[in-house]
DNA sequence: TCACTTTTTCT
DNA sequence: GAAAAAGTG
C-alpha cells in the first residue's frame, strides 16, 4: 500500500527552504491543504494578501493545493480517515492560541496511530534554543541577539521541494469561497501596488541586497528613501524564511550594514520569543507595573490619529501612508506610535489593533512586542520618559519634507522650515502657503509640550 | 553675554 | 529621545 502524507500549510506559504513540507513530500503521495479558521485573527489587509499569497501557491503546486474553512481539528481528523493519511507535517506557530490547536490536534492524531512531526520552518531559532547560561529566557534584545549570532551559524537552506505527487481532493473549495477579498475599505486596489507570493519575495531578496543593503544602517531612517527591504509581509505568511534571508546577507565578511540588517531580523526573533514566553503580552503588559496606568482613552483623538487628521505633519503623514498603502515606514511607525500612547495617553491595545488591522504585514508577534516596546511596557522597551518630539523627529529625518508633502499636500506649499509645526508659522506664510490652520489643515489635537509633560508625571504615579 | 557643542538627567 | 545643564572659546 502506498503511503499518503498530509501537509498543513499555514505561515510557511512556499516551497523553498520549507522543512516540514520537505519532508512530507518524500511520501509516496502527499495531499497538501491550506485551513481557513474563522476564529484566528487576521486584519483587513492582510485578508486580502492572503487571498492573493494562496492563490500563488496554489499555482507553485499546479493547482493541487486543498482549501477548506472551518475548525482545523475536524477537517484534519476527517481528512486523514478518509484519505488513509499515515503522515502529518507542518511547522510549528508560536502564539497561543496555535500552540494550544496543534497540540490538541497533535494528540488526537497520534490516538489515531498517525504519524506527527513539526518542524521550524518560520523563526531562525527556535524559542528553547536560545537561553542563558541557566537555562532561563533571555530579557533583553542585545544579550539575546549576541546569542543568536553565536549559535546560529551557517545552516544551509533546503531546495526547493519537489511537488510532483500531489493529489487534489475532490472536496476542497475554491479560494473564492474563503470570502478574503471583500473589505469595507479599498484594500482590493491597494493590494494591486504590491507583489505578492514566493517568487516576488525572493526577488525582493535579490533586489535588497543589489541595491539597498550597502547602505543601509544610515538610509534606513528616512521614511523618503525606500531604502529598506519590505520583506515584511512576506516573512508574516512564510512566503520567505528568516533563515534563507539570514545566509543571504550574513556571510564572511559582514559590513556593518549587514550586520544592521541581522539585527533587524533578529528582532523578529525575538518578538516572537516574547511571545512564547509571555503568551498573554497581546493583551496584557508584560510589565505588570504598567496594569496602573491611568490612561485618558479619549476616543476623539484616537479617531483622529486613525484618519491622519491630528495636524502633526509626520504623525498625519504616517496614518495616511498606512490608509493609503497597507504600509508604514519604521521609523514613522515608532513616531505615531509614541504620539498616540505618550502625548494622547490612549492605551497601546487600541494603536496595536488599528495596525494589526491595516497593514499587510500584520503579525501579531511583531505587532505586539513594538507597541509594548514603544509604551515603555515589553521587556527591554524604550524607558517612558523616551518620548519623540514629532517635530524634531520630521526635521531629522524628513528635513526637505519630502514625505509629509506626498502624503500631507494641503500644507506642501509651506517652506521646508515651517513643514514639521506648521501651527508655529506666521500668518502671512501661512496664506502665502494657501492654509487656513483649523480649516485646511487642522491645528494640532494636543500641545506637544504639555502633554509631554503630563504623560511624564502619569508615569512618575507608578 | 553669546552661540554653539557636549554631557547629564529624566522613571 | 529630548530637554536641561554644563562646558567651550
Redesign the pocket.
Known amino acids: 500500500m502506498s503511503e499518503i502524507s498530509l501537509y498543513w500549510f499555514r505561515q510557511d506559504l512556499r516551497l523553498t527552504d520549507n522543512p516540514a513540507l520537505h519532508e512530507a513530500v518524500k511520501s509516496d503521495k502527499t495531499i497538501a491543504i491550506y485551513i481557513h479558521d474563522e476564529k484566528y485573527p487576521i486584519g483587513s489587509a492582510s485578508k486580502l494578501w492572503l487571498s492573493k499569497s494562496l492563490k500563488k501557491l496554489d499555482e507553485s503546486l499546479n493547482n493541487k493545493l486543498n482549501i477548506y474553512k472551518g475548525s482545523p481539528k475536524d477537517i484534519i481528523e476527517k481528512l486523514t480517515k478518509e484519505n488513509n493519511i499515515t503522515n502529518v507535517y507542518w511547522n510549528r506557530c508560536y502564539d497561543k492560541y496555535s500552540i494550544k490547536r496543534d497540540s490538541e490536534i497533535k494528540k488526537l492524531l497520534q490516538n489515531n496511530d498517525i504519524d506527527v512531526k513539526t518542524f521550524n520552518g518560520s523563526l531562525l531559532l527556535e524559542p528553547w534554543q536560545c537561553l542563558k547560561d541557566d537555562n532561563t529566557h533571555y530579557k533583553v534584545f542585545t544579550a539575546f541577539y549576541k546569542k543568536l549570532i553565536q549559535i546560529k551559524p551557517y545552516v544551509p537552506n533546503l531546495s526547493k521541494a519537489n511537488v510532483i505527487n500531489l493529489i487534489k481532493l475532490e472536496n476542497s473549495i475554491s479560494l473564492e469561497n474563503l470570502e478574503l477579498t471583500k473589505p469595507k475599505h479599498s484594500w482590493q486596489r491597494i493590494i494591486n501596488f504590491w507583489e505578492v507570493g514566493e517568487k516576488a519575495a525572493q526577488l525582493k531578496l535579490e533586489e535588497f541586497i543589489e541595491d539597498k543593503i550597502n547602505n543601509y544602517k544610515e538610509a534606513r531612517?528616512y521614511p523618503s528613501m525606500d531604502s529598506t527591504s519590505k520583506l515584511s509581509p512576506h516573512l508574516h505568511f512564510g512566503e520567505i524564511s528568516p533563515s534563507q534571508i539570514f545566509n543571504a546577507i550574513y556571510q564572511n565578511n559582514v559590513s556593518s550594514n549587514h550586520e544592521h540588517f541581522i539585527r533587524e531580523l533578529t528582532w523578529r526573533d525575538f518578538s516572537y520569543y516574547l511571545m512564547y514566553y509571555y503568551p498573554d503580552f497581546d493583551t496584557k503588559n508584560i510589565n505588570e507595573k504598567f496594569d496602573n496606568f491611568e490612561w485618558d482613552n479619549n476616543l476623539k483623538l484616537l479617531k483622529r490619529w486613525q484618519e491622519g487628521q491630528t495636524g502633526i505633519p509626520i504623525v498625519d503623514a504616517g496614518m495616511r501612508e498606512l490608509w493609503q498603502t497597507g504600509y508604514m515606514h519604521n521609523r514613522v511607525r515608532?513616531?505615531v506610535a509614541?504620539f498616540l500612547v505618550k502625548n494622547c495617553l490612549i492605551h497601546w491595545k487600541y494603536g496595536e489593533e488599528w495596525f494589526f488591522d491595516c497593514l499587510f504585514d500584520a503579525d501579531i508577534a511583531n505587532n505586539c512586542a513594538s507597541w509594548q516596546w514603544v509604551a515603555?511596557c515589553g521587556m527591554d522597551a524604550?524607558?517612558?520618559?523616551?518620548?519623540?518630539?514629532?517635530?524634531?523627529?520630521a526635521q531629522?529625518f524628513d528635513s526637505k519634507g519630502d514625505y509629509i508633502r506626498k502624503y500631507v499636500p494641503e500644507i506642501s506649499k509651506l517652506p521646508n522650515k515651517y513643514l514639521a509645526e506648521p501651527w508655529t508659522t506666521k500668518p502671512e506664510i501661512l496664506e502665502k502657503a494657501n492654509i487656513q490652520l483649523g480649516k485646511t489643515y487642522p491645528y494640532p489635537i494636543v500641545d506637544?509640550?504639555t502633554s509631554?509633560e503630563k504623560a511624564?508625571e502619569q508615569?512618575?504615579?507608578?
Open positions: 531612517d515608532m513616531i509614541s515603555g524604550a524607558p517612558y520618559f523616551r518620548i519623540f518630539n514629532p517635530a524634531l523627529q531629522k506637544l509640550k509631554r511624564l508615569y512618575k504615579k507608578l
